[in-house]
Nanobody, 125 residues
């Protein structure tokens, strides 16, 4: 049974940094494209970053470049999201996902086979 479990969310002051973690079980992260997504209150879920199977190529939404980075530790089956210079607009539930197929609509979740339940991030001003 595949499980993705996110952790590391919480209440953070604006300007701070955060590292979110995603622990995978039941799959080998190196065999999947792994991504981070977020859903802000009242908004649609959107892709944040995706790291292709085998790495090291990273896919960003342009508006998030510079503040968001993604990394993974295949030996530990872990995926990480690092966020700097947090703003209240980063407040959202953050999800990790894994997929075997890289699709052009990955920011909308296309190609993602497995999802975690999310970890909440709240940024105070």
């Amino acid at each position: 049974q595949v499980q993705l479990v996110e952790s590391g969310g919480g209440l953070v002051q604006a300007g701070g940094s955060l590292r979110l973690s995603c622990r995978a079980s039941g799959l080998t992260t190196n065999d999947y494209h792994m991504g981070w997504f977020r859903q802000a209150p009242g908004k649609e879920r959107e892709g944040v970053l995706l790291i292709k199977r085998g790495g090291p190529i990273l896919y960003y939404r342009d508006s998030l470049k510079g503040r968001f980075t993604i990394s993974r530790d295949n030996a530990k089956n872990m995926l990480y999201l690092h966020i700097n210079s947090l703003t209240p607009e980063d407040t959202a539930m953050y999800y990790c996902a894994a997929g075997r197929t890289l699709r052009s609509d990955w920011p909308q979740g296309g190609g993602m086979d497995y999802w975690g339940k999310g970890t909440p991030v709240t940024i105070s001003s």
